[in-house]
Structures are given as C-alpha cells and as structure tokens.
C-alpha cells in the first residue's frame, strides 16, 4: 500500500478557501485517502503515458525530450517477444515528467468528478 498522506496537511489543504472552518477528525482522514487515491491513480496513468512516449522515441518517430522537468521515475521490464529463449528481462527507466501529468489531467478530473 502506498505511504498515506499526513493528516495536518490535508487539514490545511481543505481550509484553504475556509481557514477557520473546523473539520471532523475523520473527515481529514477519509479526505486524506481520495487524495492518496487521486495521486496513485495520476502516477500510474501517467506512467503510462510516459511508457508510450518513449517508446514512440525508441522507435525513431519523436524528437529528443523537450527537457520538461522530472517528477518521479518509473521502471518497467520489456517483455520478450520470443518465448523460446530465456534470455534476462532489460529493465528500463522511464521519467515521469510534468508534460505527461498534463496529458492525463483533464482525463483524470473528469473520471472522479
């Protein structure tokens, strides 16, 4: 399970707009598991998204990265194509940058709104 988000700074984030409103206990709690919920999901899409541009670069049909910053890195293993040989898994890594959260966004907003 993925570390959970601290209760203080979900507490904040929700007083934003409000910032004396009290907030029940476990009000901040269930709203600090959608937010783990939203940022897992947004990692794992963009992942995705950051999976297929660079094989879309591996291929040759897309300029070198436009040098947008790095969020996190995600690795994936290449699956052999020829289940003949037994030759070892290449692990590759892949940089999840701020273009590919932009990419899934919208997407993203709309599927839990």
Not at 27 to 34: I, K, P, Q, T
Not at 62 to 87: F, H, I, V
């Amino acid at each position: 399970s993925p570390p959970t988000i601290p209760g203080d700074l979900t507490r904040k984030c929700l007083q934003l707009h409000h910032p004396y409103q009290k907030i029940a206990s476990d009000a901040v709690d269930l709203s600090s598991e959608l937010l783990k919920l939203l940022v897992v999901e947004a990692r794992r899409r963009a992942a995705i998204e950051a999976e297929c541009d660079a094989a879309v670069s591996d291929t040759g049909n897309k300029s070198e990265s436009d040098g947008s910053q790095s969020w996190m890195k995600d690795s994936y293993e290449d699956e052999n194509d020829n289940l003949t040989t037994k030759k070892k898994k290449q692990k590759k890594v892949v940089e999840i940058r701020a273009d590919h959260i932009s990419k899934i966004a919208a997407e993203l907003l709309m599927d839990l709104s």
